[in-house]
């Protein structure tokens, strides 16, 4: 196809293909942009025009893009097996990738459920969880309720947005969803400037989530016999804008759901896989769940891949003659792909050799320091980070002022993808200081040349 151009192929983009989470409308006078190339942290269009990946490609790339290591171990994989249905075969990768995984995991975590993205894992587990109860006590009142947080985001599938609770996506489809119950998330930021808690996730005091825990209790207190399972996101609610609570609370909270005999899920598929700061979050929180969901990272942002890894406790109470009706009939087409398993044996091992997770807690302390000089800005508020995540929200009344700043971002070599009055910076893990301070000057002058 000759004289390859930005404009050309966001014509023809346009012509056929509906994109996600957009208002194509907004396209007509803002052009879509198609990428020719990247490397490391840095995307290339078909004008010559560069951007750094400040949101990871959705938070998925954490080793940059075109990662050699990465490359090698797809392209050797290919070379011998590319994909096989996983009811009653296996392969390689998927069984080296489960040990390792396995490995990394607290106890019990011993057994891994595979799909192949986000929200076919929480389905996942929202139906293990319900089906776990069925199969033990199959003559009691079933437990047919979930519990989440507000503020929560779990994904768009029918399940996973039952258990969310952000109206944008939600409400058009409450019609068709199952029962969930919601409790309060703490939300220790009063709205005052200055008032920054930087690390919400460190803060111990009660009295940040005291009133929470209560709420809690008394949902637990009415509905704790009908729940089946607690599903929360760990540390940070991501899609909630960016929204960072406390580990303290994450703990009572899952004691008190376990005391009602009320199954965990801990949706890490946005901060696993080092983005917390450790690992995985629930090293952080003290508490290790009867479900973990991963994905996002898995693969450090090559092909989609996701597990739920949950235990050999959980996995007897499906074991059984095929007649008992006790079996979990759950599956993706695509589920364990061989090339996907390749690329996140080669994330483990990037993680396993160079001490990323080390490196990464220096890296963010050395970002964050940076991240604080928008604080000088009157229309920074709320300035906070944990792990490799930092944001802040603009204190602006204008309606979508993150549109506004992502289109001039865009121009000035930066891609931003503001949450509504959100930003935030989720870069990949090889970024450099010298690259982090580049994003975070270029933010400052948007933001005092649009909102000043």
Not at 84 to 90: E, T
Not at 309 to 329: C, H, N, R
Not at 330 to 357: E, K, R
Request: with cysteine; aromatic share 10%.
């Amino acid at each position: 196809m000759p004289n390859l151009s930005n404009h050309t192929l966001s014509a023809l983009d346009l012509a056929h293909i509906w994109h996600p989470c957009t208002q194509m409308k907004d396209h007509e006078d803002f052009p879509i942009v198609p990428i020719k190339s990247a490397k490391g942290v840095y995307l290339y269009d078909f004008d010559g025009s560069s951007y750094i990946d400040c949101i990871s490609s959705w938070w998925v790339n954490l080793f940059g893009h075109c990662n050699a290591a990465i490359n090698a171990a797809i392209t050797n994989q290919l070379n011998e097996l590319e994909h096989i249905l996983l009811a009653g075969f296996s392969h390689k990768p998927i069984i080296d990738l489960s040990q390792r995984l396995c490995a990394l995991l607290p106890h019990p975590l011993n057994k891994c459920f595979y799909a192949d993205n986000g929200s076919s894992a929480i389905e996942i587990a929202l139906k293990m969880s319900f089906h776990y109860h069925h199969n033990l006590h199959r003559k009691s009142p079933p437990r047919s309720k979930f519990l989440a947080l507000s503020n929560a985001y779990h994904g768009e599938t029918i399940g996973a947005l039952s258990v969310g609770d952000l109206g944008l996506y939600k409400h058009t489809y409450a019609p068709i969803l199952l029962s969930c119950l919601s409790v309060p998330v703490p939300n220790v930021f009063d709205g005052t400037k200055g008032a920054s808690l930087h690390a919400p996730a460190e803060l111990e005091d009660e009295s940040y989530y005291e009133r929470e825990l209560h709420a809690l209790e008394s949902i637990l207190s009415r509905y704790g016999e009908e729940i089946c399972a607690f599903i929360l996101e760990p540390l940070v609610q991501c899609a909630g804008n960016m929204h960072i609570y406390p580990k303290a609370f994450i703990k009572k909270a899952c004691e008190l759901c376990r005391s009602y005999g009320i199954l965990i899920i801990f949706d890490e598929i946005a901060v696993g896989f080092g983005r917390s700061g450790s690992m995985f979050a629930l090293e952080q929180c003290g508490i290790t769940p009867d479900f973990l969901c991963l994905s996002k990272g898995i693969t450090g942002g090559y092909l989609p891949l996701s597990v739920v890894v949950t235990s050999d406790e959980i996995y007897q109470a499906f074991y059984a003659p095929y007649e008992s009706g006790k079996a979990f009939l759950h599956s993706h087409s695509y589920t364990g792909n061989a090339l996907a398993c390749a690329a996140a044996n080669a994330v483990l091992d990037i993680f396993a050799t160079q001490n990323i997770i080390e490196q990464n807690r220096a890296l963010s302390r050395a970002i964050f320091a940076l991240w604080q000089e928008l604080e000088e800005l009157n229309i920074v508020k709320n300035l906070r980070h944990c792990g490799m995540i930092f944001a802040f929200e603009i204190d602006s009344s204008t309606p979508r002022a993150g549109v506004e700043i992502f289109r001039a971002a865009l121009a000035k070599g930066l891609l931003l993808r503001p949450l509504g009055h959100t930003i935030y910076f989720m870069p990949p893990y090889i970024i450099t200081i010298e690259e982090a301070r580049f994003v975070v000057q270029t933010l400052k002058e948007i933001l005092q040349a649009h909102f000043a």
